[in-house]
């Protein structure tokens, strides 16, 4: 798993590339809550262009972040989930909270 970082004047943009789950969830953590802390920015976009697979787990480390986000005003966005992501993410009611885009 790689996670990469870019911060743009409207948005903190976090790219997650390969797979998240149990293994990678922990790194995937840290990284993504060290740019949360870092984040000036009013918008925070997960990036799932280059995520190959979500399980159950990315969904616990979404709900942990989106929390985080907005605790600090910060509106999250989804962008560019796979096929199988997609269907995980709207299984699971996370755009109810976290809004998509493309």
């Known amino acids: ?3 990469k970082f870019a911060e743009y ?4 943009v976090v790219r997650l590339d390969g797979e998240l789950d ?3 969830a922990a790194q995937v953590r840290q990284a993504v809550d060290m740019a949360i802390d870092m984040c000036r920015q009013k918008t925070f976009v997960f990036d ?3 995520l190959s697979f979500m399980d159950s787990t990315g969904i ?3 709900l942990g972040r989106y929390k985080k986000l907005k605790a600090k ?8 989930p796979n096929r199988q992501v997609d269907k995980i993410l ?3 009611g996370i ?3 976290i809004k998509k885009t493309s």
Not at 9 to 12: E, F, P, V
Not at 73 to 80: F, L
């Open 60 to 62: 616990g480390i979404l």
């Open 95 to 97: 755009y109810a909270i």
């Open 73 to 80: 005003g910060i509106v999250p966005k989804i962008y560019a």
């Open 1 to 3: 798993m790689q996670v």
């Open 90 to 92: 709207q299984m699971a």
């Open 48 to 50: 799932f262009s280059s």
């Open 9 to 12: 004047a409207d948005a903190t």
């Open 22 to 24: 149990e293994h990678t």
